[in-house]
């Protein structure tokens, strides 16, 4: 059984951060949250979805991935899936982060979804509904390309993260021609 989890959903953000807290009971109440954040308590679905995408950087705890999970809270009715930033030491299973999703609308409309800064030792990563061949982004004020794999579960949804923290600035999504795609939510979210 899985200890309770809380589900913070920032009002101007795109991240829906779990957080596992193994010191709850099933009764425990949870803290007040802050003014500008509204909270939805949920049972955590940490469990992969689909493949785990490997990035092959090591960190603490392992190397970093990425991986599908469910969601399903009440309060985001076009939201059925987000990404999951998590840890794989070698030969170990995989350990959950941080999950990113969308917060407002179809999680499957065209354009960038979920863009998460970097929290907790986590790059800054998110997903794009669509094509996208190359994602660009201002990082540390330098222009960067975005490592990227299609999920699994679904191919027109394409994880993408940088090798850094910093916010990612100025996203474009291009495809095969070089043609700019729909923008769609490129505001970043931070826990």
């Given at each position: 059984?899985?200890?309770?989890g809380?589900?913070?959903?920032?009002a101007?953000?795109?991240?829906?951060?779990?957080?596992?807290?193994?010191t709850?009971?099933?009764?425990?109440?949870?803290?007040?949250?802050?003014?500008?954040?509204?909270?939805a308590?949920?049972?955590?679905?940490?469990?992969?979805?689909?493949?785990?995408?490997?990035?092959g950087?090591?960190?603490?705890?392992?190397?970093?991935?990425f991986?599908g999970?469910?969601?399903?809270?009440?309060?985001?009715?076009?939201?059925?899936?987000?990404?999951?930033?998590?840890?794989?030491?070698?030969?170990?299973?995989?350990?959950?982060?941080?999950?990113?999703?969308?917060?407002a609308?179809s999680?499957?409309?065209?354009?960038f979804?979920?863009?998460?800064?970097?929290?907790?030792g986590?790059?800054?990563?998110g997903?794009?509904?669509?094509?996208?061949?190359?994602?660009?982004?201002?990082?540390?004020?330098?222009?960067?390309?975005?490592?990227?794999?299609?999920?699994?579960?679904?191919?027109?949804?394409?994880?993408?993260?940088?090798?850094?923290?910093?916010?990612?600035?100025?996203?474009?999504?291009?495809?095969?021609?070089?043609?700019?795609?729909?923008?769609?939510?490129?505001?970043?979210?931070?826990?």
């Amino acid at each position: 059984m899985k200890p309770p989890g809380k589900r913070t959903l920032l009002a101007g953000g795109a991240v829906l951060a779990v957080v596992l807290m193994s010191t709850l009971t099933a009764n425990a109440a949870p803290a007040p949250a802050p003014a500008t954040v509204q909270a939805a308590e949920a049972q955590p679905d940490d469990t992969p979805w689909g493949d785990v995408i490997g990035t092959g950087v090591q960190g603490d705890g392992g190397e970093l991935v990425f991986y599908g999970v469910k969601v399903d809270v009440e309060q985001l009715p076009g939201t059925t899936f987000g990404i999951m930033a998590g840890r794989r030491p070698a030969g170990g299973q995989v350990t959950a982060g941080i999950t990113a999703n969308e917060f407002a609308g179809s999680d499957k409309a065209p354009g960038f979804h979920a863009v998460s800064g970097g929290i907790s030792g986590y790059p800054s990563f998110g997903y794009y509904a669509g094509p996208p061949v190359k994602i660009t982004a201002k990082v540390d004020g330098k222009n960067v390309t975005a490592h990227q794999a299609p999920w699994s579960v679904d191919p027109n949804i394409v994880v993408f993260w940088f090798d850094s923290g910093a916010d990612p600035l100025e996203l474009t999504a291009f495809d095969a021609s070089g043609k700019d795609l729909p923008a769609g939510n490129t505001g970043v979210g931070h826990g």
